[in-house]
């Protein structure tokens, strides 16, 4: 039976609460105020905690901040009651790391759908991060790695993160079309840390998920902010995990994003590796589904790589493939890689899906790519991944790169 906390210094919402949290079976403990609130969810660890956001003294937001700054309770899923639904308190709250928003009077109907839900995530997350640490050893690097990214991401400190754009660029007229987002981690101890370092640690002991959510708010803003500038056309990929991607809540996160930066699903590419599809096929494919039915576009990324059969294609709602790098390295040299480069553009040209080249370096992979008809490329003949502000050149310069 779950345990919930519920934090609301008004007495007639509280008494409410808790006869519906009852009447489910869901233990549940109570504070009155903040301050008490807080001392109780330290030392309950409940599994979920329902906070009122207005309350004299120490407010929700206090309440909120206070917890995730501390590695015991920093992932504890936590919903804001509200009395009032400004876009402002509600970008405020998830900015902060707040799971869910719930309006005063909220119905049985959705105070229960939230919880149900939010307990999943953390169910999952546990289970997750318990996989994850069975023998697992980490070098002495690592280890220093892993407590500083424990130490910047629990206390939301994301000032050393940045994302980078690498264009992807339409390979018959050499415009930018849209860009990668690729994260960056420099820590003021480490200094810059490799992706391929901190990523697949951030995967293993549940980090992911905030840098994550980090990633998204931030490429979610940055679209915004050239769209209003005037740079609407562009389509920005974003990499998701294995982990974020099984959250029972992605759907309702990437959407309520997208709303509260008031933007279009189809500005957004969600990428998605074949490992990550495969390892629940149906599943996937039913959030693959409703994503591409909002509107927004899917990406498989690193095509090829994985262990997925070729039939798959046919089933897997998606918009685009990324051809992984090692099929377009010396494409134009290598008579195999040119046989299934060649067969893959055809494919992907046959299902109707965009097609884009990963990685490509030099002029003849280029060329063979042209002759062959892919759609559009992501490569270091080009541009590796950009800072904002020098992409940002790129696109208002109206940049056009030699085709
Ligand atoms: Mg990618």
Same mark, same amino acid.
Not at 337 to 363: F, R, Y
């Given at each position: 039976?779950a345990?919930?906390?519920?934090?609301?210094?008004?007495?007639?919402?509280?008494?409410?609460?808790?006869?519906?949290?009852?009447?489910?079976?869901?233990?549940?403990?109570?504070a009155?105020?903040?301050?008490?609130?807080?001392?109780?969810? &330290?030392r309950?660890?409940p599994?979920?905690?329902?906070?009122?956001?207005?309350?004299?003294?120490l407010?929700?937001?206090?309440?909120?901040?206070?917890l995730?700054?501390?590695?015991?309770?920093?992932t504890?899923?936590?919903?804001?009651?509200?009395?009032?639904?400004?876009?402002?308190?509600?970008?405020?709250?998830?900015?902060?790391?707040?799971?869910?928003f719930l309006?005063?009077?909220?119905?049985?109907?959705?105070?229960?759908?939230? &919880? &149900?839900?939010?307990?999943?995530?953390?169910?999952?997350f546990?289970?997750?991060?318990?996989?994850?640490?069975?023998?697992?050893?980490?070098?002495?690097?690592?280890?220093?790695?892993?407590?500083?990214? $424990?130490?910047? !991401?629990?206390?939301?400190?994301?000032?050393?993160?940045?994302?980078?754009? @690498?264009?992807?660029?339409?390979?018959?007229?050499?415009?930018?079309?849209?860009?990668?987002?690729?994260?960056r981690?420099?820590?003021?101890?480490?200094?810059?840390?490799?992706?391929?370092?901190?990523?697949?640690?951030?995967?293993?002991?549940?980090?992911?998920?905030?840098?994550?959510?980090?990633?998204?708010?931030?490429?979610?803003?940055?679209?915004?902010?050239?769209?209003?500038?005037?740079?609407? $056309?562009?389509?920005i990929?974003?990499?998701?995990?294995? !982990?974020?991607?099984?959250?029972?809540?992605?759907?309702?996160?990437?959407?309520?994003?997208?709303?509260?930066?008031?933007?279009?699903?189809?500005?957004?590419?969600?990428? =998605?590796?074949?490992?990550?599809?495969?390892?629940?096929?149906?599943?996937?494919?039913?959030?693959?589904?409703?994503?591409?039915?909002?509107?927004?576009?899917?990406?498989?990324?690193?095509?090829?790589?994985?262990?997925?059969?070729?039939?798959?294609?046919?089933?897997?709602?998606?918009?685009t493939?990324?051809?992984?790098?090692?099929?377009?390295?010396?494409?134009?040299?290598?008579?195999?890689?040119?046989?299934?480069?060649?067969?893959?553009?055809?494919?992907?040209?046959?299902?109707? =899906?965009?097609?884009?080249?990963?990685?490509?370096?030099?002029?003849?992979?280029?060329?063979?790519?042209?002759?062959?008809?892919?759609?559009?490329? @992501?490569?270091?003949?080009?541009?590796?991944?950009?800072?904002?502000?020098?992409?940002?050149?790129?696109?208002?310069?109206?940049?056009?790169?030699?085709?």
């Amino acid at each position: 039976m779950a345990k919930i906390l519920v934090i609301e210094d008004e007495e007639s919402v509280r008494e409410n609460l808790l006869d519906l949290l009852t009447a489910e079976e869901f233990e549940t403990v109570v504070a009155d105020n903040g301050e008490i609130g807080l001392n109780l969810a &330290i030392r309950e660890l409940p599994d979920l905690i329902l906070c009122d956001m207005m309350m004299p003294e120490l407010d929700g937001y206090g309440v909120l901040k206070a917890l995730r700054k501390q590695p015991l309770t920093a992932t504890i899923p936590f919903i804001f009651l509200t009395a009032k639904s400004a876009k402002s308190d509600f970008r405020q709250g998830m900015d902060m790391g707040a799971d869910d928003f719930l309006t005063k009077p909220f119905t049985r109907a959705e105070l229960l759908s939230a &919880i &149900i839900n939010k307990i999943k995530k953390y169910e999952n997350f546990r289970k997750h991060f318990q996989d994850q640490n069975e023998n697992y050893q980490l070098s002495p690097r690592m280890q220093i790695i892993n407590q500083q990214l $424990h130490e910047d !991401v629990i206390n939301n400190n994301f000032q050393g993160f940045t994302i980078n754009y @690498q264009p992807v660029v339409n390979i018959n007229n050499g415009k930018i079309i849209g860009a990668e987002s690729l994260l960056r981690w420099r820590n003021h101890e480490l200094g810059e840390v490799s992706p391929s370092e901190f990523i697949p640690l951030a995967e293993s002991n549940g980090l992911i998920l905030n840098i994550d959510n980090w990633v998204l708010r931030t490429v979610c803003k940055q679209i915004r902010n050239w769209h209003d500038q005037g740079l609407n $056309h562009l389509t920005i990929s974003v990499n998701f995990s294995a !982990v974020e991607f099984n959250q029972e809540d992605l759907i309702s996160k990437v959407v309520n994003l997208i709303e509260i930066h008031n933007l279009e699903p189809s500005c957004l590419e969600i990428e =998605l590796t074949e490992s990550m599809i495969i390892e629940n096929v149906d599943c996937a494919i039913s959030i693959m589904s409703k994503l591409c039915s909002l509107g927004f576009n899917i990406a498989i990324d690193d095509f090829g790589t994985g262990q997925s059969s070729l039939n798959y294609l046919r089933l897997f709602p998606a918009n685009t493939i990324k051809i992984d790098r090692t099929f377009v390295q010396n494409v134009n040299q290598d008579y195999a890689k040119s046989v299934i480069a060649k067969n893959m553009i055809k494919m992907a040209q046959d299902l109707h =899906l965009k097609i884009i080249a990963e990685g490509v370096e030099t002029i003849g992979e280029l060329s063979f790519l042209k002759e062959n008809k892919c759609d559009a490329i @992501q490569g270091c003949i080009f541009s590796l991944g950009l800072p904002r502000s020098e992409f940002e050149d790129l696109l208002f310069s109206d940049h056009t790169f030699f085709v």
